[in-house]
């Protein structure tokens, strides 16, 4: 089930005895989690009839023993497992002749209760019976990790859902900057749209000030003096990143650089003829930036991009001090900046 299945259902008051949501990816996980909280029983109701539970602090027996409570004055009793993927004993191990207490309890649930089991930063294996016990007896709710290509979109959606909406450079700013963490994404939107009425954009220059972006000092920045091979910005730039590195870490430097290499070898690969729209898909950027870097193909042949992209994948491995002698992170950056010009 999708995550807006799972809040459609609930907003309709369709409970299924038990919910368990995986994945990679906390944000879906905690948002199902809280809206649960809040909506599933009324205030009156929660006192006696919700029970918030950490899976450290338990093991699946007593996980057992507090499903199979019955509600007092109340419909339904909710019990919410958080960190459910620290719960001793949850996953009985495969050829085990002993009864599973916890997979019998999935095969026939309690019906007064929703048992919701938020199992973070990992998937549940596919391959064991309790996997396909859940998918057959409960609800399932896989929350996977965005790809970097995804996350401006979902970004300029997350706003426009709040009735607010943004410039494609500032979201595409956002994603560079704060990368696939929803969560922390999500946080720094909110914090921005606190600051616009409905009918205002987002701009660029809100999310240098707010999120503490430096205006002429940022990877799109970068992106701009690598494109038109401006020697002396880009190397200004990689003086400042070099001077700031907890703001710009070179180990998140050097792969926004690969990405941007990465895109132009694709323009590359897909020739001169097609329509800007079509390049922009294929590259993963808003059609506003594709211009950028069908000059920046321009500017570095597709043999010099694979020569690049070896540099980078080199600089990438002494960042982190393999196969080479421990240089400074700045010292590193300003080296592969030249190289990648020259």
Request: charge should be positive.
């Amino acid at each position: 089930m999708s995550f807006q299945q799972l809040i459609g259902d609930l907003k309709k008051k369709i409970y299924a005895p038990v919910y368990f949501l995986h994945g990679d990816e906390s944000y879906y996980i905690d948002e199902a989690v809280n809206y649960m909280e809040e909506h599933i029983l009324s205030e009156s109701e929660r006192e006696f009839n919700q029970t918030i539970l950490y899976g450290k602090d338990i093991d699946a027996l007593s996980l057992i023993s507090y499903a199979k409570r019955y509600p007092m004055m109340s419909n339904y009793q909710l019990v919410i497992i958080k960190e459910a993927q620290d719960i001793r004993n949850l996953i009985s191990k495969e050829g085990n002749e002993k009864r599973d207490p916890f997979l019998e309890y999935i095969q026939k649930p309690t019906p007064t209760t929703i048992l919701v089991l938020a199992y973070k930063h990992k998937t549940l294996d596919k391959r064991t019976k309790l996997y396909k016990a859940i998918t057959k007896h409960a609800v399932m709710l896989e929350s996977k990790k965005l790809y970097d290509r995804e996350i401006s979109g979902w970004i300029t959606q997350y706003v426009l859902s709040h009735s607010h909406r943004i410039e494609a450079r500032a979201a595409m700013m956002m994603a560079e900057y704060l990368g696939n963490d929803l969560s922390k994404v999500a946080n720094e939107a909110d914090k921005l749209m606190l600051s616009v009425k409905p009918s205002e954009e987002i701009k660029v220059a809100m999310v240098e000030e707010k999120i503490g972006i430096s205006k002429d000092f940022n990877i799109f920045e970068m992106y701009s003096a690598l494109a038109t091979r401006n020697v002396y910005k880009a190397n200004l730039i990689a003086r400042h990143f070099g001077a700031n590195s907890k703001s710009n870490p070179i180990q998140q430097t050097i792969p926004s650089i690969y990405s941007f290499f990465n895109k132009i070898v694709t323009l590359h690969a897909l020739g001169p003829r097609k329509e800007k729209g079509e390049l922009a898909a294929a590259i993963g950027v808003s059609p506003y930036f594709v211009q950028e870097y069908i000059q920046a193909s321009q500017s570095y042949p597709l043999p010099v991009c694979m020569r690049n992209i070896g540099y980078i994948r080199d600089y990438d491995l002494r960042s982190k001090g393999v196969n080479a002698e421990r240089m400074e992170d700045s010292a590193l950056l300003k080296e592969l900046v030249y190289k990648l010009l020259h």
